[in-house]
T-cell receptor
């Protein structure tokens, strides 16, 4: 079946530290991959996406590269800020007409000054 | 324009009661999705609407759960005879293409 596994949190970092949140997937077919973010008290927002192998999605200083050989889509940011504190969800969808998303369990990030 | 809205934002109910959760998608979005987020877990897909029809209901956990959509707009998720394990945040999303879903703020349901 199709599934997403992401590293457990919480992840606690100091401001300006480097961030990596690991995400691996299992999928039949050729999935699109997404990172969503949920800031405290807010709804889920799309952070970035990649629709085919070797594509790199980027937004707000975050990046993730679609690696088919390792079935991974790790989220990285070179220098985190306190305002990046949120829960991050990795997700996939299987192409084929519509976009049912399959989510990982989420990783909580806390950034301290 | 306005985003996806959901009501109520919070609902507390007693076990065995029925509840209705409402979703107003972004105007013009033909696709609508319901998800459930249990505490500390990721989102689980419940049902997908294209227009007013639901080609994929595979995520509905039991026959106590049903959903409808009218006028290619508002959708209602109904849970009958609620149980404590139904407590979760119920999220609605809408989309105009196959790549990007826009999520509402969710309805937090607590079943006592």
């Amino acid at each position: 079946g199709n599934s997403v596994t992401q590293m457990e949190g919480p992840v606690t970092l100091s401001e300006e530290a480097f961030l990596t949140i690991n995400c691996t997937y299992t999928a039949t077919g050729y999935p699109s991959l997404f990172w969503y973010v949920q800031y405290p008290g807010e709804g889920l927002q799309l952070l970035l996406k990649a629709t085919k192998a070797d594509d790199k999605g980027s937004n707000k200083g975050f990046e993730a590269t679609y690696r088919k050989e390792t079935t991974s889509f790790h989220l990285e940011k070179g220098s985190v800020q306190v305002s990046d504190s949120a829960v991050y969800f990795c997700a996939l969808s299987i192409s084929g007409g519509y976009n049912k998303l399959i989510f990982g369990a989420g990783t909580r990030l806390a950034v301290h000054p | 324009g306005a985003g996806v809205s959901q009501s109520p934002s919070n609902k507390v109910t007693e076990k065995g009661k029925d509840v209705e959760l409402r979703c107003d998608p972004i105007s013009g979005h033909t696709a609508l999705y319901w998800y459930r987020q249990r505490l500390g877990q990721g989102l689980e897909f419940l049902i997908y609407f294209q227009g007013n029809s639901a080609p994929d209901k595979s995520g509905l956990p039991s026959d106590r759960f049903s959903a409808e959509r009218t006028g290619e707009s508002v959708s209602t998720l109904t849970i009958q005879r609620t149980q404590q394990e139904d407590s979760a945040v119920y999220l609605c999303a809408s989309s105009s293409n196959i790549d990007t879903q826009y999520f509402g703020p969710g309805t937090r349901l607590t079943v006592l």
